[in-house]
């Protein structure tokens, strides 16, 4: 069975400084595989996506991941952190066309100036 | 004009009550999803439909029953409401990809979520 990990569970991040996200699932074949942001009530809106090729992918917001096989790992990252950035992170996992995405637990960032 | 839209947004009940959430999708996608994130934001898959039959149906009590109409709508109806069921109950879509594919499919496009609180 699939299972996604998030070992952060709450970040802190000065306001332009760096960030990464950790992500690490668990498939058997090459899964596809997501960030999903969530604003305070909000519903959750699609980051990035990898389903092959360029294991680094870019995403909307200045996000980007990047797929490591060898790690079982999808890391976000963000060079320069905004405050509006400040969220819930969920990474996602998804085994074939048609089946339902399993979420990690999630990380909260929190932005300070 | 909203991808997937989700009536209530908020809904307060009292315990025992029946309620129902709507979801409607105008996107073209053919499958539709609950998830239910609880007080901890954990998302949890509860049903999934294609085309409106049901493909994913997790372990979920009998009180809760999804009901497809055609493919751009899935409603969630609950019947005797108890406290552990309050939470936040999203609706998402997605266009199944041919088998194969992985170009555009479990790509989930989500509601805004519909806050239930149970007294």
């Known amino acids: 069975a699939q299972s996604v990990t998030q070992p952060d569970i709450h970040i802190t991040v000065s306001e332009g400084a760096s960030l990464e996200l950790r992500c690490n699932y668990s498939?058997?074949?090459?899964?596809?595989l997501f960030w999903y942001v969530q604003s305070p009530g909000q519903g959750l809106q699609l980051l990035l996506k990898y389903f092959s090729g360029d294991t680094l992918v870019q995403g909307i917001k200045g996000f980007e991941a990047e797929f490591k096989r060898s790690q079982s790992s999808f890391n976000l990252r963000k060079p320069s952190v905004h405050w509006s950035d400040a969220a819930e992170y969920f990474c996602a996992v998804g085994a074939k066309a048609g089946t339902a995405l399993i979420f990690g637990k999630g990380t909260t960032l929190s932005v300070s100036s | 004009d909203t991808a997937v839209s989700q009536t209530p947004k908020y809904l307060v009940t009292q315990m025992g009550n029946d309620k129902s959430i709507k979801c409607e999708q105008n996107?073209?996608?053919?499958?539709m999803y609950w998830y239910k994130q609880d007080s901890k934001k954990f998302l949890k898959i509860m049903f999934s439909?294609?085309?409106?039959?049901?493909?994913i149906n997790e372990t979920v009590p009998n009180r809760f029953s999804p009901k497809s109409p055609d493919k751009a709508h899935l409603n969630l109806h609950i019947n005797s409401l108890e406290l552990g069921d309050s939470a936040v109950y999203f609706c998402?879509?997605?266009?199944?990809?041919?088998?194969?594919?992985?170009?555009?499919?479990?790509?989930?496009?989500f509601g805004a979520g519909s806050r239930l609180t149970v007294l």
């Open positions: 439909y294609n085309n409106k039959e049901l493909i």
């Open positions: 498939y058997g074949a090459t899964p596809y």
């Open positions: 996107l073209g996608h053919d499958t």
């Open positions: 998402a879509s997605s266009q199944r990809g041919t088998s194969g594919s992985r170009g555009g499919a479990n790509v989930l496009t």
